[in-house]
């Protein structure tokens, strides 16, 4: 009765290691699968993307309609670049996402006021870009140095006021922007 559950026990185990991909020989024996087993489960456990911030993960109550409805919440800004490549440019165009909130895509003017969603004023504003600076070393040497800067100035603005929006409103259904 030993021999049939031990061998109950190693096809068991050899379904486990099938689905977590580990490779052994036909004839293994139970205690080697089950070493090389607990190795992988050991090395998968260390990479749960849960863990490592991959996943996200909602707390308990937040759904997914709420997190797209707070990233979705529009900021009044005014985006300037810093990007010596983009110093002619007119504005871009930003594709922002998650698995979870899913993807927003908007144009945003320079040196305009303009409404974005929270997802990409956030991303705007933690964005970086590499510059190069020149410098004088001890010996007189010239050379450039590289620094990471912000690569936009992002001016947060109060939102436009009751009276404001009903003159922008105005203007948009007289020159046919918007049905009134």
């Known amino acids: 009765m030993t021999e049939v559950t031990d061998t109950q026990k190693l096809e068991a185990l050899k379904r486990k290691a099938d689905m977590l991909g580990v490779t052994y020989h036909p004839s293994i ?5 089950k070493e ?3 190795e992988k489960q050991a090395s998968l456990d260390k990479e749960d993307p849960v863990d490592a911030g991959q996943v996200p993960v909602l707390a308990q109550g937040e759904s997914r309609m709420s997190k797209r409805k707070d990233a979705s919440e ?4 005014m985006v300037t670049s810093r990007d010596p490549n983009k110093k002619d440019w007119p504005g871009e165009i930003l594709s922002v996402g998650n698995s979870t909130v899913g993807f927003f895509k908007k144009y945003i003017p320079y040196g305009t006021e ?3 969603p929270k997802i990409i004023f956030n991303t705007l504003r933690d964005k970086k870009v590499q510059v190069y600076v020149p410098i004088i070393d001890t010996k007189g040497n010239k050379s450039k140095e590289p620094r990471l800067i912000n690569a936009y100035n992002v001016e947060v603005l109060d939102p436009l006021s009751a009276d404001e929006l009903a003159t922008l409103a105005k203007a948009q259904a007289a020159s046919g922007r918007i049905e009134g």
Not at 74 to 77: F, I, T
């Open 114 to 116: 303009w409404h974005i």
């Open 36 to 38: 090389k087993v607990d």
């Open 74 to 77: 529009l900021v009044r800004v």
């Open 29 to 33: 024996g139970m205690d080697k699968l």
